[in-house]
C-alpha cells in the first residue's frame, strides 16, 4: 500500500508511547514556545489502562492540539538506504515510490511504506531511508494500541529516530542495539563521507550464543559493504548499547575491526521520546485509510459530544422552565386565595365609595346650586322680574327665564354681562353666559331667558 508522509502540524501536547507484550511506556511533552519540556514518564503493566488524557480526545483538542506517537517494534521491518538525485525531501517520496516494485520484499498491495530523508553535505543529493513494513503488522500494531483507546497520528520505528538523533555522524560502522521483548534488535549503519550509505535491521534472541549468531550477518554486511565501496578494512566500528550487550556485540564484531571498537552509552528513553517529539518528520506508517478512520471517529465524537451538551443544556432549560412554571402557579394560587379572601372587603368597599359618590356629588350639587342663586340674585337688576331658575347640575347649565319692561330691554344685555363676572372663592363662576331670548310684545313685558355654563371641575 502506498503511504506518503505529510507533515505533522504544530501541537500543545505530544504523547510518545512504547507497547510491548509486557509493559507500556508512556511520556507525555509539553510545549510552551519554543521549549518543549517532560510532563510525565510513566510504565504501566499490560493489563493498566492509559491515562485520560492520553487515551481520548476531547474537546479541547480543537484550541489545544495533541500529537500521539506510536513506536513500532522492529519485527518484519525492512530498512533500505538510497541515494536520490534531488535536495528536496518532498520530492522524495514520489521518486521512491517510482522504484517500489524493486525495493519491496512483499507485493506493494500488501504492505505500508514511508520515507525519511537524510540531508547530506551535498544540498543537490540526500539519502532516503525507505521504511517498508507488511500492512498486516501494522494493523495488528494499530489495532493493540486502539484496544488500549490511544489512537496514533505518527507511527515510527525508534532505532531509527535513535540513529537519525545522533549528534555523531562520524564515518564507519554504527551499531545500535536493544533487548526488547526477548530479542536483541540491533541496527547497522555505515557512514561514509558524511553520508549515510547503508542502514539494516538484524534480529537476533537474547543469550550466551549471541556473539556468535550476530557475527556471520555483520559479516556478511560487512562483505557486502566492500562490494559496493562503503566498507574497507580501514572502517571504524561504534557499538551503541548498553552492557553486558555493548561487550557481545564488540565481540561479534571480532577481528573486522582494525582498530578498537568505540563503545558509547545508547540515548535513554526518555531522550529518544523527546527526540521523536520533537521531530517535524513527514515520515509516517500510518496508513492513510486508518488516519481519515480516526479523523472520521474524532469528528463524529466532536458532535456527538456538542449534541449531548446542547441536549443537556436544553434539558436544564426545559426543567428550569417547567421548574419556573410551577413556582408561578404557586405564587398565583397563594394570590388567588387572597383575592378570593378579600374580594366581599373590595366589594363593600366598591359600594360605600360609590355611596360616599353620591353623596358629595349631591353636596357639589347642592353648593353649586346655591352659589348660582346667590349670583342670580345679586345681579339682578331692580327693573327685572325672574320667573324662573333651572339649575341641571349632571349638565353643569343653569337656565333663568323672566320679564322686563319693554323699554328696559337693555338691562337684560346689563344682566348677562354681571352674570359673566359672577366669582366664587376668586374664580369665574360661569365658562359662558349666553342670551337665548328676547320676546318682546306692544304694551307689554318682554320675556327673556339667558343660559350659563357652569366652570367648576367637581361637578
Not at 480526545?57 to 506517537?69: A, E, V
Not at 538506504?81 to 521512491?96: F, K, N
Not at 355654563?453 to 361637578?459: N, T
Request: aromatic share 8%; glycine share 6%; proline share 6%.
Amino acid at each position: 500500500m502506498k503511504k506518503r508522509g505529510s507533515r505533522t502540524r504544530r501541537w500543545q501536547i505530544c504523547h510518545v508511547l512504547e507497547q510491548a507484550d509486557e509493559y507500556r511506556a508512556l511520556w507525555q511533552f509539553a510545549r510552551n514556545g519554543r521549549e518543549i519540556k517532560l510532563a510525565l514518564a510513566r510504565k504501566f503493566s499490560a493489563a493498566e489502562s492509559l491515562p485520560a488524557s492520553a487515551a481520548g480526545r476531547t474537546l479541547t483538542t480543537l484550541w489545544q492540539p495533541r500529537l500521539n506517537i506510536a513506536w513500532l517494534p522492529s519485527d518484519e521491518v525492512f530498512l533500505r538506504a538510497l541515494e536520490l538525485p534531488t535536495g528536496d525531501p518532498d520530492e522524495a517520496p514520489g521518486i521512491v515510490e517510482l522504484q517500489l516494485e524493486s525495493l519491496s520484499p512483499l507485493p506493494v498491495p500488501n504492505v505500508v511504506w514511508t520515507v525519511e530523508a537524510v540531508p547530506g553535505l551535498d544540498k543537490a543529493s540526500l539519502t532516503a531511508v525507505v521504511v517498508i513494513v507488511p500492512r498486516a503488522t501494522v494493523e495488528r500494531h494499530l489495532g493493540g494500541l486502539e484496544q488500549g483507546r490511544y489512537l496514533a497520528d505518527r507511527l515510527e520505528l525508534p532505532q531509527l529516530r535513535e540513529l537519525l538523533a545522533a549528534r555523531e555522524r562520524r564515518d564507519g560502522a554504527w551499531l545500535y542495539a536493544h533487548i526488547r521483548n526477548g530479542h536483541v534488535s540491533c541496527l547497522a549503519a555505515w557512514w561514509k563521507d558524511q553520508r549515510l550509505r547503508h542502514v539494516t535491521l538484524l534480529r537476533l534472541p537474547s543469550g550466551e550464543s549471541l556473539p556468535g549468531r550476530l557475527s556471520r550477518p555483520i559479516r556478511q554486511l560487512a562483505w557486502a559493504g566492500e562490494v559496493e565501496g562503503w566498507h574497507d578494512a580501514e572502517t571504524r566500528w561504534h557499538v551503541v548499547a548498553s552492557s553486558p550487550l555493548a561487550e557481545q556485540l564488540t565481540a561479534a564484531v571480532g577481528d573486522l575491526a582494525a582498530s578498537p571498537v568505540e563503545v558509547l552509552d545508547p540515548l535513554p528513553p526518555e531522550k529518544l521520546a523527546a527526540a521523536s517529539a520533537e521531530t517535524d518528520s513527514t515520515a509516517n506508517l500510518v496508513p492513510a485509510d486508518v488516519a481519515a478512520r480516526y479523523r472520521q471517529q474524532f469528528t463524529e465524537g466532536i458532535v456527538l459530544r456538542v449534541l449531548g451538551l446542547f441536549l443537556a443544556v436544553w434539558a436544564v432549560a426545559v426543567f428550569a422552565f417547567m421548574g419556573g412554571l410551577q413556582y408561578k402557579q404557586f405564587v398565583k394560587a397563594g394570590v388567588d386565595r387572597q383575592v378570593q379572601a378579600l374580594h366581599n372587603s373590595y366589594t363593600n368597599a366598591l359600594q360605600l365609595k360609590a355611596r360616599v359618590q353620591v353623596l358629595s356629588d349631591q353636596v357639589s350639587l347642592k353648593f353649586a346650586a346655591l352659589d348660582c342663586w346667590r349670583a342670580a340674585a345679586e345681579a339682578l337688576p331692580a327693573e327685572m322680574t325672574m320667573t324662573q331658575f333651572n339649575f341641571q347640575g349632571k349638565a353643569r347649565r343653569l337656565q333663568i327665564f323672566g320679564t322686563v319692561p319693554g323699554e328696559l330691554q337693555a338691562k337684560v344685555t346689563e344682566y348677562n354681562e354681571a352674570l359673566a363676572r359672577a366669582t366664587v372663592n376668586g374664580e369665574p363662576l360661569f365658562a359662558k353666559v349666553n342670551t337665548k331670548s328676547i320676546q318682546a310684545q306692544p304694551n307689554r313685558p318682554a320675556f327673556w331667558s339667558i343660559e350659563c355654563e357652569l366652570k367648576r371641575k367637581e361637578l
